[in-house]
């Protein structure tokens, strides 16, 4: 059995975390930086990098004190090394790299994405390769076919905005504040979705991918107007965000060859009625659906530890001098798609 030490630090959640190879969390802290966001709508990245660099240290000693662990009884130092707000993922990968000198342990820079994308599988030891993904989060959203270990294949992704990301715009333009998903989901329920005719872009599409620039630009619209209501609004878009993702995921699961489970991640994984339409889809087409624990879904070092564990079972550590990246796809070798803000 191995003990990872995970380091979370790609936004605006600073974590660190002790998890073993067989699936146990020792020890996880968390620092959410949400009083110092939300007079801006939105994360501030100078600020986001500060708040690490101030409470990162603290984080990862608190892990070892509830742990009951020195470093040197760490067998690995798993870190985010990307992608993300390049100022806080330095602060972790830094960080990082000077607890593997120190202590002379290995050291596993981890893709952000990855985190998310093998998260499932820590919490469920059913969970076998390969298997189908949504990764829907603020930054990104993807369908992913997860082959192994730092084995993916994107069978699509978005062309402009991610689907948290009209999430966290629709919230500011209604004025809920920020972290704004949580805010639309729950003003959304006192809605009728049936209220506002907003757009479904790409729904049909022969391309795979998502769009979400134009509904986001349509909530602008309805609420200029003034003539809907805020939670009318918020239930539309959210049912406009819900129906893009089933037409999506279902032409994937039409497409590709057939595997036996159907698994969400990422912070919009939070998200209850994504989810219920996630379970429904995947009973409709035969398939099991996994997802995390809520906690689980949104930023965490247990899962950049699990990551980590994952990598280091495999044999995969990195050299001292790996660079931070702000990009880094899961699949390097997918096709270019159009669309100036894609996320790749």
Known sequence: MSIILGIESSCDETAAAL?????EILAHKLAGQEEEH???GGVVPEIAARAHAEILTPLIEAALDEANMALDDVDAIAATAGPGLIGGVMVGLVTGKALAMAADKPLIAVNHLEGHAL?????????????????????????????????YRRLATTIDDAAGEAFDKTAKILGLGYPGGPKVEKLAAEGDAEAVPLPRPLLGSKEPHFSFAGLKSAVVRAYDGGKYENADIAAAFQQAAVDCLKDRLEKSIREHEPVDHLVVAGGVAANSPIRAMLETLAAEHEMQFTAPPLWLCTDN??????????????????PLDIAARPRWPLD?????????????
Not at 19 to 23: A, E, K, L, P, Y
Not at 339 to 344: N, R
């Open 19 to 23: 998890v073993t190879s067989d699936r």
């Open 38 to 40: 939300a007079p801006y």
């Open 119 to 151: 998260s499932p599988r820590l919490s469920n030891p059913e969970l076998k390769f390969p298997y189908l993904l949504l990764l829907v989060s603020g930054g990104h959203c993807q369908i992913l076919r997860v082959e192994g270990v730092n084995e």
């Open 301 to 318: 070092a247990a899962m950049i530890a699990w990551a980590g564990a994952e990598r280091f079972a495999a044999g995969l550590t990195d």
């Open 332 to 344: 390097p070798n997918a096709e270019k798609v159009r669309g100036a803000g894609v996320k790749a």
